[in-house]
């Protein structure tokens, strides 16, 4: 393929290049965010990852059958190269980087419903030297019909044209304006067992506020809630809405999804999660949704799992049965029992892990042989590396905004986690919002800590109201001896890096676009990338 200096660019036209790959792009006709660069670079470091473990689990499967066949036949093991669909593809930028920069892919199918997208998607695969070729007919794979191939139409009717099992692809990428609701019913059914299945939303207005719950509802079954740490704690709310919803819609067909990463970047969700079939997983679906009560004031928040199962251990045959039971409930009184304000309830959501460690491991090994390959190498590892430490608890909080529910000055995060490490519980920072902890203490114990930084830095209390919620904390007694000299495991790999994890200082085209971008020149300040701690 020629290089940027020697494409020709036709009048009317602008060049864009974002890593390995050039595209053409004219005034209105398709949408392009150039800020979802790092999307793009996340989405191929994951789904490298994914198809090299996939690679070994089948070269596994072929050295058992080898050995069984050896003294018939001498076979040779061949790579396994998988077949993606995107479904929303716009441009064709995001599939012509898949196809140039993830080497076990066999081909695209890039799909989009507007004919505009689709001429420039032909256009920009045929620059980038992807599309069909003269090589005989009688080719048994078609790799003649080209690495990345276009698809007219709409996105559902597609996958579910695939859903046979004979048709099924490897990975489906949806990347779509807003929710990706409409086309979930469809991509779970279409995508092979061990699969992968990665998703973005950028309707975070629906997902992550309390304006719209009922739109909330009906695109993920579940309610977001107001809480004070609206756009920390409900970001990841409104990533556990987005798994529930492709948990509940996999479990319709007999599947179940294992999430492998699941990131709440800037204005959006991208989770990328496998796919399987199996009766008893998908039956536990069931057992990984619950509902939380939130606090309006201090939110603290309880859990109300919605099942539970229980294993019966069969005498005689030693095997293990699995009985499903609902919960009881509620878990907690109708005021919150920390200041006795309100509780709003939030979900059903997901309850499991975000995140499978291990794979993020091997994104973060991935990265470090690769990071000249990534433009958003930087960010990337910052992200990726709080992911893996996180802890699995739900929801997260910032000094801050606990300090306002006290009326006291805030402490610092290291003081906050130092206190919770003496007293025994596990802490990690959150990849969503600067300045976050997660730990694994009850809200009490939290609370508790904060009584004894308030012993330190006392509050005014001619301040406070008589009968306010922050009264009632401040009256409460405490029941921990609470240290804040600074404990070892409070200093971890990303809190001693300086990490970039979130987007500052954002471009003019930050955010969720809704149509195609106009203007000229593709040179863009690489100003994505900030700092924390
Ligand atoms: C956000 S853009 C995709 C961006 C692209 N994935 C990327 O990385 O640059 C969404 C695209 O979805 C297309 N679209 C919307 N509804 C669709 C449908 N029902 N079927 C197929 N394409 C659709 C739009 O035409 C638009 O080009
Ligand atoms: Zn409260």
Known sequence: MASAEQVQIPDGFRLHTENTSHILLSANEAFLNPVQEFNRDLSIACIRTWSD?????????????????LARKRLKSMPYNFVLLEALSATGLRSIRYAKEIPLLRYVIANDLSDAAT?????????????????????????????????????????????????????????????????????????????LLCVTCTDLAVLATTNFPEKCFANYGGVSVKAEYAHEAVKRQALRLALHSLSTSAARYGRYIEPLLSLSIDF??????????????????????????????????????????????????????HLFKTQAGPTVSEKCPECESTLHIAGPMWSGPLHDSAFVDRVLEHLQHNADHYGTAVRMKGMLTVAKEEISTPFYFTPSKLASAFHCCSPSLNNLASALLHAGHKVSRSHACPGSLKTTAPQKDIHDVMRGWIQKNPVKMENISEGSPARKLLAKESHLQVNFKQHPDSITPSSEIKLVRYQQNPTSNWGPGTKAISGSGNKRKRNDEGADN
């Open 119 to 195: 001429a420039t998607m032909k256009r920009n695969i045929d620059l980038n030297g992807l599309g069909p070729t003269d090589a005989p007919s009688s080719d048994p794979m078609n790799e003649n019909l080209g690495k990345v191939r276009v698809n007219e139409g709409d996105a559902c009717t597609l996958m579910y044209n695939h859903r046979d099992n004979s048709k099924r692809v490897d990975v489906v990428d949806l990347d779509p304006y807003g929710t990706a609701a409409p086309f979930v019913d469809a991509a779970v059914q279409c995508v092979n067992d061990g699969g």
């Open 53 to 69: 473990d996939l690679n070994k689990v089948k070269e596994e499967k072929w050295k058992v059958a080898l050995e069984k066949r």
């Open 268 to 321: 959006y969700v991208r989770v990328f999660v496998r796919v399987h079939s199996g009766a008893l997983e998908t039956k536990k679906a069931l057992t990984k949704a619950a509902n939380y009560y939130i606090c309006s004031h201090c939110q603290s928040w309880y859990e109300q799992p919605l099942g539970r199962t229980v294993e019966k251990v069969h005498q005689k045959s030693g095997q293990v049965n």
